[in-house]
């Protein structure tokens, strides 16, 4: 079994979010972001491709938009 775990989804009540990876900026995380969910209510990190999804979004992505278009 590799040691990638799989990518994370994260439901959020707002329209921005904060992300610094897994475990933080102190131990394995990366640089605190901040990102603003598009029009679609979903984000993906540039850093660790964790999915912000607001509450109530659909859970697909239409044909013609991908999780980097937010």
């Known amino acids: 079994m590799s ?8 439901t959020v ?3 921005k979010v904060a992300c610094a990876g ?3 900026g102190l131990v394995g995380g990366h ?3 901040y990102l603003n969910l598009g029009p ?3 984000v993906e990190c ?3 491709s964790r999915l912000f ?4 979004a ?9 999780s980097k278009s937010a």
Do not use: M, W
């Not at 040691?3 to 994260?10: C, D, L, M, R, S």
């Not at 999804?53 to 109530?56: A, E, I, N, V």
């Not at 659909?58 to 991908?66: C, K, R």
């Open 3 to 10: 040691g990638i775990k799989p990518f994370e989804t994260v």
């Open 58 to 66: 659909p859970a697909e992505y239409p044909p013609n938009q991908t």
């Open 31 to 33: 640089p605190k972001v």
């Open 46 to 48: 540039p850093y660790c």
């Open 53 to 56: 999804l607001k509450r109530g």
């Open 22 to 24: 897994e475990g933080g």
């Open 40 to 42: 679609g209510g979903r």
């Open 13 to 15: 009540d707002t329209d």
